[in-house]
T-cell receptor
C-alpha cells in the first residue's frame, strides 16, 4: 500500500522569503502522479502543482516548484517570494497511474509573517 | 476549467434526522467521485469511492448504512448521512476526475455538517 508522509505539521516564513515543505512517500509502483494541494481558510482544495513520475524534470508553476527525487521517494515544494495569500494548509498527495483515490499526507500548516 | 459544485455549504440538522449532500461536476463528466471527511487541522480521510451506475466502494471502518452514496449520473453524486448524531458533525468534501483522465482531481467547496 502506498503512504505519504509530511513530517512538518507547521512551518512559518517571512513575507517575500522562500520556504520548502517536505513530503516523502512509499510505493512499489514505477509510474504515478504526485500533487501538492493548498487548502486556505475557506477550505477549498486548490491544486498547486503536479508531477508525473516518469518525467525527470521538476514541475514549476510561477512561484511554486518541486524537487522530485524519485529514488529517494521525496517530493518537496518550494514557494518563492512568499505572499500573505500563501498562508494555508498544504497537502502532498499520491495517485496511481491507473487512477483511483488520492492518498494524502498529514498536511503542513504554513503561516506567512508580514 | 473543471468545476465541482457541492451543496449545501453548511447544514445544521437535529440528531436522528438525515441530511443529503450533493456533488455536481458542472462542466465535465465524472465516472468516479470520491467522498472525504475532514476534522479540523487534519488531513482528508477517504470515506468512499462513488462509481456511476454501480455501488460505492467504502473504506474500512466506514458504515455503509449510515453514509449512503448514490451516483446516478455522470455529473451527480450524493452522500446521505442517515440518522445523524453529533459525532457525525464534520467537514465533508467531494472530488471528481474527468472521465477518461486520471491525472488530477477537482474538489467541491465542502459541506460543514453540524448535528445538534
Amino acid at each position: 500500500a502506498q503512504t505519504v508522509t509530511q513530517s512538518q505539521p507547521e512551518m512559518s516564513v517571512q513575507e517575500a522569503e522562500t520556504v520548502t515543505l517536505s513530503c516523502t512517500y512509499d510505493t512499489s509502483e514505477s509510474d504515478y502522479y504526485l500533487f501538492w494541494y493548498k487548502q486556505p481558510p475557506s477550505r477549498q482544495m486548490i491544486l498547486v502543482i503536479r508531477q508525473e513520475a516518469y518525467k525527470q524534470q521538476n514541475a514549476t508553476e510561477n512561484r511554486f516548484s518541486v524537487n522530485f527525487q524519485k529514488a529517494a521517494k521525496s517530493f518537496s515544494l518550494k514557494i518563492s517570494d512568499s505572499q500573505l495569500g500563501d498562508a494555508a494548509m498544504y497537502f502532498c498527495a499520491y495517485r496511481s497511474k491507473q487512477g483511483g483515490k488520492l492518498i494524502f499526507g498529514q498536511g503542513t500548516e504554513l503561516s506567512v509573517k508580514p | 476549467g473543471a468545476v465541482v459544485s457541492q451543496h449545501p455549504s453548511r447544514v445544521i440538522c437535529k440528531s436522528g434526522t438525515s441530511v443529503k449532500i450533493e456533488c455536481r461536476s458542472l462542466d465535465f463528466q465524472a465516472t468516479t467521485m470520491f467522498w472525504y471527511r475532514q476534522f479540523p487541522k487534519q488531513s482528508l480521510m477517504l470515506m468512499a469511492t462513488s462509481n456511476e451506475g454501480s455501488k460505492a466502494t467504502y473504506e474500512q471502518g466506514v458504515e455503509k448504512d449510515k453514509f449512503l452514496i448514490n451516483h446516478a449520473s455522470l455529473t451527480l453524486s450524493t452522500l446521505t448521512v442517515t440518522s445523524a448524531h453529533p459525532e457525525d458533525s464534520s467537514f465533508y468534501i467531494c472530488s471528481a476526475s474527468k472521465a477518461g483522465t486520471i491525472t488530477e482531481a477537482f474538489f467541491g467547496q465542502g459541506t460543514r455538517l453540524t448535528v445538534v
